[in-house]
């Protein structure tokens, strides 16, 4: 290999490797011992629920790529009905995750995108 | 009291893993992230071995983006690492709350090692979900496979992505992108078995763009600093007053 696809690898090491992983770790040093009861351990949990939900929120009222194209409007109804359509359906992520896809697709094509 | 999922072997544990993986939402989830970021790493100019190796090394999707969209406009690599870590926060409290379910099991750390590594938003959803319905010996294995089968499917879909580059049709690449917030929207809340989970999951959504609208630096580590401390507040109070 020459240097520079060599140098390339290195990189995903040092800045992508190396920076992400310390947070994993730091974990499994600390918390290896936790309980499932600890109040520590419930409390990570429901800091790591309301990140990802509020990343989950975001992704939706700040969408990037084609989705920005899609109106904000039918984004939100889409997620809107989707959840609907899980809670109704006895908590199918399947029915809420499809529900919303079919409403998102339909809205966007009658908003102009092409298929 | 149901009884827990046994298997005839530890090897067993770990197809059923990487079974459940494929047959999970999640798969769709990875496919269509993994194939956007194939097609962004061959529009910058990397080569389809290169986001092959961080999809395994690096294991978290945010970070890859930033690697490969930041790269290339000649950052700092101080910067790009600086912003990887801070996108990777998210990892430390999820392996908290992963560890005790599996750690039981663990011979010794060198165990843990891999699922630590393996921990990423799909991995630990339903690790949540599942693992508790397992018999211990077998979650380590259960998981190691649920993670393999979601990191093959990502790799595979990144030579995809790769390859069909910038051939996506608008609203198919725009339906691609709502499988990810829609899938965790609801197996999130599917996961909601307390009412401190339900006012994490409503605070969350509430805080998240809030933050993000006022331009508040470090939005997502303040959304779950704020909202998780808040849930876990109130659900203290309320323990206290019972």
Known sequence: ?115 | MTALREFPSPSRALLAGMLSAWSSVFFLVLAGTYVGLGALAHDFGFSQWWLATTTVVVWAAPAQILLISALPTGASLFEVALGVTLSAVRLFPMVVALLPLIRRSARSIRDLLLPTHFTSVSMWVESLRLLPGIAPEYRIPFCNGLSLGYMTTAVAFGFVGFHLAAGLPPLLAGALLFLTPMSFLTSTARNCRQLVDVLAFAFGIVLGPLLAWYRVELDLMWTGVIGGLAAYGIHRVREAMS
């Open chain 1, 1 to 115: 290999m020459s240097g520079p696809v060599l140098w390339g690898y290195a990189v995903i090491v040092l800045v992508g490797f190396l920076p992400n992983e310390v947070w994993r770790f730091a974990a499994l040093f600390i918390a290896r011992n936790l309980d499932d009861d600890s109040q520590f351990v419930l409390l990570a949990r429901v800091i790591a629920t309301s990140l990802i939900t509020g990343v989950v929120a975001k992704l939706i009222v700040f969408s990037g790529g084609e989705l920005a194209h899609i109106p904000f409007w039918i984004r939100l109804g889409a997620a809107a009905a989707g959840f609907a359509a899980f809670a109704v359906f006895r908590r199918s992520v399947f029915a809420g995750v499809a529900t919303g896809e079919l409403l998102l697709i339909v809205g966007g094509y009658w908003s102009g995108l092409t298929p």
